[in-house]
Each structure stands twice: as structure tokens, then as C-alpha cells.
């Protein structure tokens, strides 16, 4: 585990314009994942650059020595419960046929997919995922798709290089936004500074504008980052960080990205939610072939969310 993180970090800090001294601080030390942090530090060391790599390791000693959280009871499935799912199906890493059998499996309401390939998305608008209403948009890296069991009234797409999905559903006589979000990968080494950072502002806003919404989707960056921060400090819950179980990582799949021999590391994969849901259930889903693990989750609505009865006159 220790070498496979030095190895990715060595990999990252060739990329241009990555500074090495920060590229690792906000996952490893932020996190505490010791492992992660250790193979940073010894590439930080290796590198000459002892003041990151000793920063990097005492935050892998801090990890070590911290008790990890109690399991807390989980709320019962009970109520006007949203299962969704998101995962980013790899363009052409992964296998159609796999794909799709992960999507009706998963037994989610609402699925968002990022980098739909070319014969996913062929497959996908035949209708072979099973769900009665779909958004679908582009395919490759800027492929889309929104699979929904309930009724789709609106769907557009915004931002650049890559695009977003913005679909309004009614679920249960409630109207409810969810947002299939895939900010470039360029916002992994640049943060805010990244073009595609750009579309973050918006997101924002078409997710607080008052009615229940999700963001579903592969950010790109973990939690504790500037970007992901962007999203939570104006109000938006994080799933996994409330309920999930289990290490949360959905990136990479060993051998599939880069064909790196790395298990998943990082959690880039996230369910955010506005302060309408109550979230009940959140953890990494079954493989999909993909080089990202899905990831699952289950949300309450919240009695004071749902729509006022219709004034019927006398």
C-alpha cells in the first residue's frame, strides 16, 4: 500500500504545473489517511522537498493514532425515502454489458452516470436500462445520463469543457432538482484556479434556490478541498460524511486507470444534498467495471419539504 501511494504521488508531481509541496497537503494531511500520507511524504522526500515530506508524515502518524469515530445507529428507512446512485462509467474502461447490470441492480430511484460512452450511450437511449424517464447528453468524456424513476419535467445542460446535467423531477408530488455534476479532471491539481472552477458559482446556485436538490457526480477532488468546500459552506450536505460506512474511496479500481496497481484511494465521487433531505444510508457500490466505484445512497425528505396541499375552491 505504502509504495503504491509513493508511486502515484511521483506520477501526479510529474504532471506540469502541479506544485509538489502542496499537491498532497489537503488529502493526506486534511483526511489523515496514513497510508496515502506516508507515500507522499517518502515522494515529497525523494524529491528534496523535506519540509512537505515531514509534514506529510506526521500527519500519517496523526491518522495512525486517531481513534476512528464510533458507528453511529442509523436512521430507519422510513418515510418518503430517495435512493440514488452516481458513478462515473469510465468511457470506454469499462464493459456496456456490466455497466448496465450494475444500473439495474443498484434498484436506485434516480442514477446519474458520468463519461458514458459511445456504445453505453447507444444502449442507454434504446431504453436498456429499464427506468421509465432519462436525460442523456454528449458521450466519451463529456457523456451524460440521468435515469430517473419518476417523471422528468426539465432538463438542461451547462458549463465548460465539460458539461453538467440540471434535471427537475416531481417525485412523490414534490419537485426536486438534481444536478449530474463532472468538473474537468484539471480542477484535481489546480483547485479553484482550474477554468472549469468557473461552473461552480452556478452549481451552486441552481442547488440552493430553495427547492430540494442532490448533487450527484465525480467532482474530481476529494472533501476538504477548496473546491469541495465551495459546495458545503453554502449549505450543502455531505452523505458519506453524515451516514456513509466503510473507507469511502471510489478511485482508482486497480488496473483499470492508467492500469495502475492501486487500490481506491480518494473518495472523488459524491452525494451532496440541500438541508431538505435527511440522509439515511451512504457507502461505495459493487464494482461496475468501471476505473470508479459507484457510490449509494438512501435520503429522507423532510416533512417540512413537502409541497402545501392545493386549495381546492368552494
Known sequence: MLLTA????????????????WLSLPWA????????????????????????????????????????????????LEGRVLHVATLNAGMHRADPDL???WIRECGADVVALQEVGEDLALRLAGGEHGYAHHA??????DGMALLSRAPIEASQVL????????????????????????P??????????????QDVPRLVELATEGRPALVLGDLNTPPHTRLYDRFVEHGLGDAF???????????P??????????PPLLRLDHVLHSAHWEPLRCQVGSDASSDHLPLVAALRLRPSAAPEPATVPL
Open 159 to 182: 458549463g465548460a469543457p465539460l458539461h453538467h446535467q440540471v434535471v427537475d423531477l416531481t417525485w412523490e408530488e414534490a419537485p426536486i432538482r438534481v444536478l449530474n455534476v463532472h
Open 136 to 141: 442523456l447528453h454528449g458521450a466519451g468524456i
Open 253 to 262: 479500481v486497480p488496473l483499470r486507470y492508467l492500469w495502475l496497481p492501486l
Open 29 to 76: 494531511v486534511r483526511d489523515l489517511t496514513a497510508p496515502l500520507a506516508f507515500g507522499g511524504g517518502a515522494a515529497c522526500l525523494g524529491l528534496g522537498q523535506p519540509l512537505a515530506g515531514g509534514v506529510l508524515i506526521l500527519g500519517a502518524l496523526a491518522g495512525l493514532v486517531r481513534r476512528p469515530p464510533g458507528r453511529r445507529e442509523l436512521p430507519p
Open 6 to 21: 509513493a508511486l502515484l504521488y511521483l506520477a501526479l508531481m510529474a504532471v506540469p504545473r502541479a506544485p509538489a509541496w
Open 184 to 197: 474537468y479532471f484539471h480542477v484535481a491539481w489546480m483547485g479553484l484556479r482550474a477554468p472549469a472552477a
Open 241 to 251: 460524511a453524515a451516514v456513509g460506512r466503510g473507507a469511502g474511496r471510489t478511485f
Open 99 to 101: 455497466v448496465l447490470r
